[in-house]
């Protein structure tokens, strides 16, 4: 059975294996592209102890794969595979993995850019840093936004409010 394209979970993953997963039994892989995004143990000049994502369970799975149906509308992809982790997560722990396997190269390495630019503007997600100062809210970046319109998708870099605890 495959594995789900999409997964919100607080455990660590496993990079290799979640390469041979997706790779498993598809003859007509040429090309794996992968993206680990890790906890920055530095923002906006300042240290950071931790970092906490939440999330809506559900919306944001659907989101992400909306992502997805969208990168295979546009790239020459065989599959896609994202893992966001949610909970409490320190400086250089593994917080994100998108990995894209096509035929060739140049699908997979833009599909997987793509993925990225899309979930870093478009997952409902919210991140709390810890720092020396406190803890404060991350709002989306002005590049981030500019990432994604190349691909020709506007998107507002309005804060949203966090869910209630």
């Known amino acids: 059975m495959a594995a789900p394209r999409v997964a919100v ?30 906890v920055r143990d530095r923002s906006d000049g300042a240290d950071v102890a931790s970092m ?31 893992i966001h982790r949610v909970g409490l997560l320190q400086p250089l722990e593994q917080i994100v993995l998108v990995v894209v396997t096509s035929a060739h190269r140049g699908a997979a390495f833009e ?14 997600f919210w991140k709390k840093e810890t720092t ?13 936004d500019a990432a994604l319109r190349r691909w020709g998708i506007q998107a507002g870099n309005a804060s949203v409010e966090p869910p209630a605890a």
């Open 111 to 124: 599909a997987c850019e793509f993925l990225m630019d899309y979930l870093k503007t478009q997952a409902p």
């Open 132 to 144: 020396p100062a406190g803890a404060r809210w991350v709002d989306a970046r002005v590049s981030d």
């Open 52 to 82: 906490e994502l939440e999330h809506y369970p559900g919306m944001t799975e659907a989101s992400i794969e909306r992502m997805i149906d969208a990168a295979f509308e546009r790239f020459d992809i065989r599959a896609a595979r994202v």
């Open 9 to 38: 979970q607080t455990a660590d993953f496993d990079l290799g294996a979640e390469v041979a997963r997706l790779r498993r039994g598809d003859l007509g892989v040429g090309a794996v592209v992968a993206f680990v995004g890790t």
